[in-house]
């Protein structure tokens, strides 16, 4: 029998609130909200009855927090490993999102696709691709998928990342990418899917 994955998104933090582009190392201090701490404790509850094995998570303060609220009512020691952080906007890390998302579209006049595309192949100074963040977080499930068997595992991770992952997963095109974004389709805080893969 194969590993099961569950994905679940931190809940609200305060980056959320502020709209604020954080990523390792952390400038922004970003604890979950009261909100975000009352998402997770009730997430904890629903994810028990999946029978969680192992828990992974980014060893970002908001992650950490949700890994922790988990872990505890499941009875689980998470596990750190950093291919699941936020992505790093690197000389934007603690701006505001406008500003970061600026650097790509400095007048504001591109389409979505164009934009999106320009983020798969341009980084800030500093920073990463989203071919990048596509990459290391595949890097993860396949190791892990190599090291364990009929595990049910949880990721625990941030909203892109998580998109990014799904993207290689179920072979997405950029396309199909954008229609999740500005459909708002993609994870939310606080809450968790199942990883279909294989």
């Known amino acids: ?47 028990k009855k999946q029978k969680i094995d192992l828990i992974f998570f980014s060893d970002l303060l908001r992650t950490k927090q949700t890994a922790l609220i988990v872990g505890k009512e499941l009875g689980l020691k998470p596990k750190i490993d950093k291919r699941l952080r936020e992505s790093d906007y690197g000389i934007f890390n603690g701006k505001t999102i406008n500003e970061t998302g600026k650097f790509w579209d400095k007048e504001g006049k591109l389409t979505p696709l164009e934009y999106y595309s320009k983020r798969f192949q341009i980084a800030p100074q500093k920073g990463e691709t989203y071919i990048e963040i596509e990459k290391r977080m595949f890097a993860f499930i396949k190791e892990i998928d190599k090291k364990y ?10 909203q892109r990342p998580l998109t990014l992952l799904e993207k290689v997963i179920y072979n997405y095109d950029l396309l199909k990418f954008v229609e999740i974004i500005t459909g708002k389709k993609e994870i939310k805080t606080g809450k968790f899917r199942k990883l279909l893969w294989k």
């Open 149 to 158: 068997q009929e595990k049910n595992i949880l990721i625990v991770s941030h």
């Open 1 to 47: 029998m194969k590993n099961q994955y569950f994905i679940l998104r931190h809940g609200e933090s305060l980056k959320n609130i502020k709209k604020i582009a954080s990523c390792w190392p952390e400038k922004f201090y970003s604890p979950l909200t009261k909100k975000g701490e009352k998402q997770i404790k009730e997430v904890a509850k629903k994810l």
